[in-house]
C-alpha cells in the first residue's frame, strides 16, 4: 500500500449491494457452478457494470452466489449478490446483463441491499418441483408427511453414515408424476432433493436414474418454512 | 434423447453450443450450410484462432450460416452410438449428413484419425468414391494441407492458403451451380479453377518400382498442374473479427487473441511454418489497439495474449505493448507475452505483466552447439543466451526453459552434449551473482527436447528422420550428460513423432493405413493416454506400409515428391540451395536484413517490399 494512502475503514453506506434473481434453463443446465461463475463475471464486465473488486493480490470480482445449482437441474430462482463502485438503477443492471447473456440465463429481478446482507448466509429453504419417469408415489408421500423420523444411508468423505432428514422436509406432495417439495437449504442444514428421490425409489423398490428426472428450482426463501422470499 | 445423454457424460457443455458471439441464423433462410470441424475435443478447438476467423468470415455472408462440431470425447461418443445419434452441429443441433459443406480444419497429422472417426459419426461415407451427390462436400483447410496427399481420398477439396481470399468465390460458384441444377462433377470442375483450390480426384498418380512417384499428372485437360496457395497481401484491409466466440465452459485458452503478423522472417531451416506462411506481413499497431479493445469489451475476456510466429520480431512492438498495457494494467486485463528476445526493454515490459514472471525465461535454441544452430539456421547464439539471463538473474528471475530437439541433420555426440553444457553454463552464470544478490532463491533451468519431424517445404524435406530406437538412444545420452541437480531434462516420446513423420511426408497410398488405425481403433492420438503406437505398427502392417519408407528414407532432390503440385511459392530450387547451406554450415540472413530471393516475391507484398 501507498504511504499516503490511509486504511479508511468502510461506511456501511459506501457498501453498494445488489441482489440478483435469476434464471437457468435450456441448454444452459449443462453448466457447472464454475463455469456459471466465469461467466458471470466476464457478463458484468461486457454489460460494463462497475463492479468492485477484492483487494490484494490477485484481484477478483465481489459476488457470491446463494447456493451452487447442480449441473443438470433447471432453476426458475436462483440469486447472487453483487457489489458495485457506485449506484446502478437496479432495472439497468437487469438490461444490461440481460443483453450481455447467451439464451437459457436471464436476470428476473435486482434490488439494492444492505451491506450485511448476503445470499449464501440468508438461504434458509427452497422449492422444486420433480418430474419423475414413473408414477404411483402417493402412499410412500402420505407416510414421509405422517412419520416423524426419516433415516437415509449418506456418504460423506467415504463414509457412509446415517442421516436423519425428517426435519429437512418442509412440504412435499404429489400429482401423478409431479412431485412438489419445500426443502431445507442452506449453509446451516441442507438436504438435496437427489437424496430425497433416492430414498423413495428405495422405498418402491425401484432403481432410482439421476438422468431421467426432471428436476427444477422453484424459488428459494430465507427462512426454513418457505415462506420469506430471499 | 440427447438431454439424457447429456446427463450422462462428461462435460456436457462442451456439446450445447450457446456460447456468447454464437451466430444465430434461420436456416432455411440460407442457401449454404457450412459445417465448420475441428478434429479434436471442443476445449481445444475452441482455444484455436482460425477457427474464430473463418467463423466469423463466412457468417458474414447473409445466403451461409457456418456452424461448428469438434470431435466427441470418447463418454459422449460410446451414447451417441449406442442410441444411433448421429454427430451434429452445435448452432442447430442439425446432423452433419445434411450440410453442404462439411470442412476440417487440418492443424496437426495426428488429428487425422478423429477426421475419420467425425465422417462415420455423422453417417457420412468416409471415401470420397463412395460419397453421392446428396451427401455433403467435404473439404479441408489448415496447415496439413500443404501435403494433404495421405487424407486425398477422403476429401472432395482442400484449400490451400488463408481463408479470407478463395472462399468468397468458392462459396458463389457452389451456389450457382445448385441453382443451375449442376453435379457435384460439375461443381468441381468450376472450383478447381479458383486459385488455392485443389481438387484430389483430379489427379492421377504413378509409381516407380522403388515405392518413388513416377509421375502426378492431371486427369482432365481443365485441371491445372500445380495450386498455388493464397494469402492475404493487406492484413489491414482485410476481414476480422470484431468479437469472440466466449466459451460458457473452460477452455485451453480463455482469452483476447491479437494476430499481429503473419509469416516469420527467420527461415529457420526445421520450420514449415516459417516457409509455408511467407511473406511476412504485419498488421498497423494502431489498427491492432482498436480491434483489441473491440474484442476485451464484447468478450469480456481478462487476458490477451498476442500470438503470432516470433512476436518479438514485430516492428510496431512496443508501441503496441506499450499501448496495451497503458490501456488495460488498471482494469484488470492481463496481458500475455510471447518469448522474446532478452533486452532491457522486454525484460521491463515482462516485469509489468505478471503472467510471465511465474512462467520463467524461454529460450529456444533448438540445438545445443552454435555448429548446429548454423546448421538449421537457428539465429540465435549462446553469448545472446547467457546475456538475456544473465540480465534476468540480476533483475530476480530464477526460471529458465531451453527448448531443443534432438535428431536434426548432422547432429553428432559433441551437438547433444551441448544441450547439457548450455543449461550448466546458465546454472554458472545465475551463481556467478553476488550471493547477497541471490535472496537464496532456487534456480531452476528446464531443458526440454524434442523429436525432430522433418516436414514438407522445409531445407530438410529430403532428410531421414531418425528411428525410434535412435531417438530413445539419443535422449539417454543427454540424460546422462546432465549432472547438475538444477536442471531438469525433459523429453518427448520418439514414437508420436516417428508417426508424425510418417503422415508428414506421406503420400496417397497412406490413406490404407490410416483407414485401417482408425478400424482397429486409433483416435485422438496426440492424446499421450490415447495413442497407441502398436495399433499404427500392425495398421501398417496389414495394409503392407512401410513407415520407415516414409519416415527414414533419404530421398534425392530429384525425386518426384508427394507435395510437388502444391506451390507455396518458394523456390524448389531455394530449398535445395538451403539444404545444401545447411550442410555448408552457413547461415542465411533473415528477411528484414536481406533478401535471399526465395521465389515469395512474387506475391507483391509484405516484407518483400519493406
Ligand atoms: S523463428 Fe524460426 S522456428 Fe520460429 S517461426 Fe520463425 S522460422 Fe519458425
Ligand atoms: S523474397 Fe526475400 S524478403 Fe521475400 S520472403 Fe523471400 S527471402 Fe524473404
Redesign the pocket.
Known amino acids: 500500500m501507498n504511504e499516503n494512502e490511509k486504511f479508511v475503514p468502510l461506511r456501511p453506506e459506501d457498501i453498494k449491494k445488489y441482489r440478483l434473481k435469476f434464471e437457468k434453463n435450456q441448454k444452459l443446465i449443462y453448466i457447472g457452478h464454475l463455469d456459471l461463475l466465469k461467466l458471470f463475471q466476464r457478463s458484468v464486465k461486457r454489460g460494463k457494470l462497475p463492479i468492485e473488486y477484492s483487494k490484494g493480490f490477485n484481484p477478483h470480482q465481489l459476488m457470491v452466489f446463494a447456493i451452487p445449482l447442480p449441473l443438470g437441474m433447471e432453476s426458475g430462482a436462483e440469486y447472487i449478490d453483487i457489489r458495485l463502485t457506485e449506484d446502478v438503477p437496479p432495472e439497468t443492471i437487469v438490461s444490461s446483463l440481460n443483453a450481455v447473456f447467451p439464451q437459457g440465463i436471464r436476470i428476473l429481478e435486482a434490488r439494492k441491499i444492505s451491506f450485511s446482507q448476503n445470499c449464501a448466509a440468508d438461504v434458509h429453504s427452497a422449492d422444486y418441483t420433480v418430474i419423475l419417469p414413473h408414477t404411483g408415489f402417493e402412499d410412500i408421500i402420505e407416510e414421509i408427511n405422517k412419520s416423524e423420523s426419516i433415516q437415509i444411508e449418506r456418504t460423506v468423505k467415504k463414509r457412509v453414515k446415517q442421516t436423519e432428514i425428517r426435519p429437512y422436509i418442509k412440504k412435499l406432495s404429489i400429482e401423478g408424476n409431479t412431485l412438489k417439495t419445500t426443502l431445507v437449504t442452506g449453509s446451516q442444514g441442507n438436504l438435496k432433493p437427489d437424496d430425497l428421490l433416492k430414498y423413495i425409489y428405495k422405498c418402491k423398490g425401484l432403481e432410482y436414474i439421476p438422468y431421467k428426472v426432471k428436476i427444477k428450482r422453484e424459488e428459494m426463501y430465507a427462512d426454513t418454512e418457505g415462506s420469506v422470499k430471499l | 434423447m440427447l438431454d439424457e445423454i447429456l446427463l450422462q457424460v462428461e462435460k456436457p457443455g462442451r456439446y450445447i453450443g450457446n456460447e456468447g458471439g454464437m451466430e444465430i441464423k434461420d436456416p432455411s433462410k440460407t442457401d449454404i450450410r457450412f459445417a465448420f470441424c475441428f478434429p479434436d475435443v471442443y476445449e481445444v478447438g475452441m482455444s484455436h484462432l482460425g477457427l474464430q476467423i473463418l467463423y466469423f468470415f463466412l457468417n458474414r455472408r447473409e445466403d451461409t450460416y457456418c456452424e461448428r462440431a469438434f470431435a466427441p470425447w470418447h463418454d459422449m461418443e460410446e451414447k451417441m452410438r449406442e442410441n444411433a445419434l448421429p454427430l451434429f452441429s452445435l448452432e442447430t443441433f442439425t446432423p452433419l449428413k445434411e450440410f453442404d459443406f462439411v470442412g476440417f480444419t487440418l492443424q496437426y497429422e495426428m488429428s487425422y484419425t478423429n477426421v475419420i472417426n467425425m465422417l462415420d459419426l455423422s453417417g457420412i461415407p468416409i471415401f470420397a468414391k463412395d460419397r453421392k451427390e446428396e451427401d455433403p462436400l467435404i473439404i479441408g483447410g489448415g496447415p496439413c494441407t500443404y501435403n494433404p496427399e495421405p487424407l486425398a481420398d477422403f476429401f472432395d477439396i482442400f484449400y490451400i492458403g488463408e481463408g479470407e481470399v478463395s472462399y468468397d468465390e468458392l462459396l458463389d460458384t457452389y451456389k450457382k451451380n445448385k441453382k443451375a441444377g449442376g453435379t457435384k462433377f460439375d461443381f468441381l470442375k468450376a472450383a478447381c479453377r479458383i486459385k488455392g483450390i485443389y481438387i484430389p480426384s483430379f489427379y492421377d498418380v504413378s509409381y516407380n518400382d522403388d515405392g518413388t512417384i513416377s509421375a502426378f499428372t492431371p486427369k482432365y485437360d481443365f485441371v491445372p498442374k500445380t495450386v498455388e496457395k493464397v494469402i492475404v497481401k493487406d492484413l489491414d484491409k482485410v476481414f476480422y473479427p470484431e468479437k469472440q466466440l466466449v466459451p460458457l465452459i473452460e477452455t485451453v485458452h480463455d482469452r483476447v487473441t491479437l494476430e499481429v503478423f503473419r509469416g516469420?522472417?527467420?527461415?529457420?531451416r526445421?520450420?514449415?511454418?516459417?516457409?509455408v506462411y511467407r511473406p511476412v506481413r504485419e498488421k498497423n499497431h494502431q489498427h491492432l489497439l482498436d480491434v483489441c479493445q473491440k474484442l476485451v469489451e464484447s468478450s469480456g475476456h481478462e487476458e490477451i495474449s498476442l500470438t503470432s510466429?516470433?512476436t518479438g520480431?514485430y516492428r510496431e512492438f512496443k508501441p503496441l505493448a506499450e499501448g496495451l498495457l497503458e490501456k488495460y494494467s488498471k482494469d484488470n486485463v492481463s496481458i500475455s507475452l510471447p518469448s522474446l528476445r532478452i533486452d532491457a526493454f522486454s525484460l521491463d515490459l515482462m516485469d509489468k505483466v505478471q503472467a510471465v514472471r511465474r512462467s520463467g525465461l524461454t529460450f529456444?535454441p533448438?540445438a545445443g552447439s552454435q555448429r548446429l544452430r548454423d546448421v538449421i539456421?537457428?539465429?540465435i547464439t549462446e553469448e545472446e543466451i547467457l546475456k538475456g539471463c544473465e540480465l534476468a538473474f540480476s533483475g530476480g528471475w530464477t526460471r529458465v526453459k531451453l527448448y531443443f530437439m534432438t535428431g536434426l541433420p548432422t547432429e553428432t555426440k559433441e551437438d547433444l552434449l551441448g544441450i547439457a553444457l548450455l543449461a550448466d553454463k546458465i546454472v554458472s552464470k545465475y551463481f556467478e551473482i553476488p550471493k547477497e544478490e541471490r535472496k537464496d532463491k532456487p534456480i531452476t533451468v528446464v531443458a526440454s527436447a524434442a523429436c525432430f519431424v522433418p516436414k514438407p517445404f522445409t531445407a530438410f524435406q529430403w532428410e531421414r528422420q531418425s528411428t525410434v530406437d535412435e531417438f530413445y538412444e539419443k535422449q539417454k545420452f543427454v540424460k546422462n550428460s546432465i549432472t547438475r541437480k538444477q536442471i531438469k531434462y525433459n523429453y518427448h516420446e520418439p514414437e508420436l513423432s516417428s508417426l508424425e513423420g510418417v503422415l508428414a511426408r506421406g503420400d496417397r497410398r497412406l490413406s490404407h493405413a490410416l483407414y485401417k488405425a482408425w478400424q482397429l481403433g486409433a483416435k485422438f492420438d496426440s492424446w499421450q493416454e490415447f495413442f497407441s503406437y502398436d495399433t499404427w505398427l500392425e495398421a501398417f502392417k496389414q495394409t503392407n506400409t512401410s513407415p520407415e519408407f516414409y519416415a527414414n528414407r533419404q530421398r534425392s532432390y530429384d525425386e518426384i515428391l508427394p507435395w510437388d503440385h502444391i506451390s507455396i511459392g518458394v523456390k524448389k530450387e531455394f530449398f535445395i540451395e538451403e539444404a545444401e547451406k545447411a550442410k555448408a554450415e552457413v547461415v542465411t540472413p533473415n528477411c528484414r536484413k536481406e533478401c535471399s530471393h526465395c521465389g515469395v516475391a512474387r506475391f507483391g507484398c509484405g516484407v518483400c517490399y519493406e
Open positions: 516469420c522472417i527467420r527461415g529457420c526445421f520450420c514449415q511454418a516459417g516457409y510466429l516470433s520480431d529456444a533448438e539456421n537457428k539465429g
